[in-house]
């Protein structure tokens, strides 16, 4: 098409359109630029949308201001004046514009393209001795390239942005890193000596008065909550509070029941029952908090505040306080066939107690990170609750062996790991109370909140990993009623065996990246930290140039293969099944084909992989020049028998099925492949030829001699022989022959003469789906048969062509 054309055509757009549309009488929306004047609607492209509406001015101006905010904190130049929760908060912002940042420029960065295709179709700018380009278009043009000009300023000041988000982020880590370390190994006055205690009481009016002032609040919201007609609003969310943890207790029973009726015997039961009860406690104990803390800040002022601070950390914990207790009951059952670890009954009588132990330190915890974060008590006052803790915590660790200890008896013979494990805690738990005793309270402190909160988070992780593993094996192989199920549905068995085994590993590689998720997140069990180090472990850090490395990314890159392998296979029995039976192609056409499609579609998964890595053409280039060393000095045969195999598969020379004599032997092409074919000979055995061989070398293919299916047989008659009787015994036997394809007539003639004997060639079809060497022998011996029959002399024997 011409240019003046496309011009036309873009000046009809532009003008003639709206006017018609829109009415010459209204304006379009006008398109202001930084700095400069407004433009008229009518000379404004109304199809594309303006960016200053996705990304406006405020929105930039906005985000800088947020930066220049966290970095006038002045958390670089003093980072022992900030506390961990504020750090945590910077931190989160910092994340936020980071987020904030890709999202604008994914948004605005299409519209350059757009603007630069109108700028295409607009053309070059004329030459200086050329003639000048209409006003409309030259109006035009400039409009376009203020816009795409526009778009570029937003894009590097988004960008901009992004980058100093990021290493505002990676220096608040380092820093957090760096407070934590000097909090954790601060020495306070040891509580043996008197400094302790001066201290302690000095602050004491101070501290007593801030926990006054904490009851005073409590008391003011218990009294709003209990006057006039607000008491039953607030007798009605405790009783709800109640039902809710009657409820639970109540499930118990049903719960078995259900198990029973509808789970097969064996440990999926106790397994299924255990995580349902577990999961109904976790849901009550955290729901019955939240009504009586809602009926009692409902329209309350009271209810702000420290003590809304308290309540939110307190209800972190309930939900713990629920789990523990439950899974407690279930794994020290009295009736020892719905625990799902095998134990002795006098072991879970010793062990009942120190559930419920575990779940009021877990109350006690959220407090304890009130009094720590923002009660406003002293140092020495924080810490003395700490150290109580700690000393009131650490003896599980110490009495929980002592008690497996006692109930197993004095001759019972441990496994060297439970030695050591039973020791490991005893000494933790010594080492803590030293600690407490010698002023490192933070220490020890923080070593008995992580292990407290990574025996809980590996107890419900450890329970769903059984439980999923224990479904694979129980409820969905084949041999299972849901695995039956699924075989009515045509899924076959192997696969469905094989997912059985798969995606139960799959599920505990996930459970085991949460563990370390939530070992890395802190001693606070923060669900938002958790969740940011998720989202960390799974996104990771990208590099400038675009690339990086992340488990999204590997478990996309083992993904993509499995999808792919099924893919393929899908497609390839669609070919073979559905489309080359309505084709003329042979065998050996369908082969190449198909081996083709296979070979392309994997480099397509292959470049997906690299792409999903951020792999690019330029990150690769040492690649490639190292792969160029490496075919020039030793890996130059393997390259030429892959590019032999595309070439048999493309040109066909020799394809699947022929008939070839390579090498002085002779068999049937088997197989092809990119790197070597598959013979298999008359001996049943197979010999695998280099494809360079087929390039390079002499090949004999019988096949292509003649079509596929026919075979000749050959006679030699005396001169006093009745050639036109033998020549009409061959025809009918032939004919009659059940290895001969009826459908196709057989021919006989006579090809030569030669040494006083006249040779009569005989050619026919074999059946479809017969060897062509089995249909041969059968009519050879037909033939045999039929001559001596009519007395036919037969003087030489010939073999086939």
């Not at 008229?40 to 800088?64: H, Q, R, W």
Request: glycine share 6%; net charge neutral.
């Amino acid at each position: 098409m011409p240019r003046s054309l496309l011009r036309a055509c873009l000046v009809f757009c532009l003008f003639l359109l709206p006017a018609l549309t829109l009415g010459t009488h209204h304006g379009l929306a006008a398109t202001t630029q930084p700095g400069t004047a407004a433009q008229t609607g009518a000379n404004a492209p109304f199809f594309i949308t303006d960016v200053t509406e996705s990304v406006s001015d405020k929105t930039l101006n906005d985000m800088g201001s947020a930066l220049r905010d966290i970095y006038s904190s002045n958390l670089l130049s003093n980072p022992g004046s900030q506390s961990a929760d504020n750090l945590t908060k910077l931190l989160q912002r910092a994340s936020a514009l980071v987020t904030q940042s890709d999202a604008l420029i994914a948004r605005i960065k299409p519209y350059q393209a757009v603007y630069q295709n109108f700028l295409d179709i607009l053309g070059p700018l004329p030459a200086k001795d050329a003639v000048p380009e209409a006003p409309a278009i030259a109006e035009q043009r400039a409009l376009l390239t203020r816009q795409q000009q526009d778009i570029s300023a937003r894009i590097t000041r988004l960008k901009l942005y992004q980058v100093e988000a990021q290493q505002l982020v990676s220096e608040l880590r380092q820093h957090g890193s760096a407070i934590k370390q000097a909090t954790l190994w601060q020495r306070f006055p040891a509580p043996l000596g008197m400094n302790f205690w001066s201290g302690l009481a000095a602050s004491f009016p101070q501290d007593s008065a801030r926990m006054h002032t904490l009851a005073r609040q409590a008391v003011a919201l218990a009294s709003v909550a209990l006057t006039g007609k607000r008491v039953f609003i607030t007798l009605g969310g405790f009783v709800v509070a109640c039902i809710m943890l009657a409820l639970w207790f109540a499930s118990h029973r049903p719960v078995r029941r259900l198990a029973l009726r509808f789970l097969p015997d064996g440990p999926i039961r106790p397994i299924a029952a255990t995580t349902l009860r577990v999961s109904i406690a976790t849901l009550a104990c955290a729901l019955s908090f939240q009504a009586v803390w809602a009926v009692l800040s409902f329209d309350n002022p009271a209810a702000e505040g420290d003590l809304a601070v308290l309540a939110d950390m307190v209800s972190t914990q309930f939900p713990l306080c629920g789990f523990v207790i439950e899974l407690g009951l279930c794994l020290l059952s009295s009736r020892s066939e719905w625990r799902i670890i095998p134990m002795e009954d006098e072991t879970a009588r010793r062990l009942r107690l120190f559930p419920t132990w575990l779940a009021f330190a877990m109350i006690a915890r959220g407090c304890l990170r009130y009094m720590d974060t923002h009660s406003g008590l002293s140092l020495l006052c924080v810490q003395f609750f700490d150290g109580l803790y700690t000393l009131a915590v650490s003896p599980l660790l110490f009495a929980i062996p002592r008690q497996l200890h006692l109930a197993s008896g004095e001759d019972s013979n441990y496994p060297p790991l439970a030695l050591f494990l039973r020791n490991t805690a005893m000494g933790v738990a010594i080492a803590c109370w030293v600690a407490v005793l010698s002023g490192y309270i933070p220490l020890a402190y923080s070593v008995i909140s992580w292990l407290a909160i990574m025996s809980i988070s590996l107890s419900g992780l450890v329970l769903f990993s059984l439980l999923t593993s224990t479904m694979g094996h129980a409820l969905f192989p084949a041999r299972a009623p849901l695995g039956r199920k699924l075989l009515a549905l045509g899924l076959p068995a192997r696969l469905i065996n094989q997912a059985c085994v798969v995606i139960p590993g799959l599920v505990n590689i996930l459970l085991l990246v949460v563990a370390c998720a939530v070992a890395t997140s802190g001693v606070n069990f923060d669900p938002t930290q958790i969740l940011a180090q998720l989202h960390f472990f799974f996104h990771g850090q990208n590099d400038s140039d675009g690339s990086g490395f992340s488990l999204d990314a590997v478990l996309l890159c083992i993904g993509i293969p499995i999808v792919g392998y099924y893919a393929i296979k899908v497609i390839k029995a669609w070919f073979s099944e559905k489309f080359f039976p309505t084709t003329r192609l042979d065998t050996g056409a369908q082969a190449s084909v198909l081996g083709i499609l296979g070979y392309t579609a994997w480099i397509l998964i292959g470049l997906g992989m690299l792409s999903v890595l951020g792999v690019t053409v330029q990150s690769m280039t040492w690649v490639v020049s190292a792969l160029s060393v490496g075919i020039g000095f030793g890996l130059q045969s393997i390259v030429q028998n892959f590019v032999s195999g595309i070439i048999l598969l493309a040109e066909r020379p020799v394809s699947v099925g022929d008939v070839v004599t390579i090498a002085g032997i002779t068999g049937k092409v088997e197989r092809i492949s990119v790197r070597s074919t598959d013979i298999k000979l008359d001996d049943k055995s197979t010999m695998i030829v280099p494809n360079s061989q087929f390039i390079t070398s002499a090949v004999k293919n019988a096949t292509l001699a003649q079509k596929p299916g026919v075979f000749t047989v050959e006679f030699a008659l005396p001169f006093a022989s009745d050639i036109h009787k033998a020549m009409a015994v061959m025809t009918s036997t032939l004919d009659t022959c059940d290895a001969v394809n009826a459908n196709v007539t057989p021919t006989v003639s006579m090809t030569a003469v030669s040494d006083g004997s006249a040779i009569l060639t005989g050619t026919a079809t074999a059946c479809e789906g017969l060897d062509i060497k089995i249909a041969r022998n059968a009519a050879l011996f037909a033939l045999w048969q039929a001559f001596q029959d009519n007395n036919i002399t037969i003087t030489v024997k010939q073999t086939i062509s």
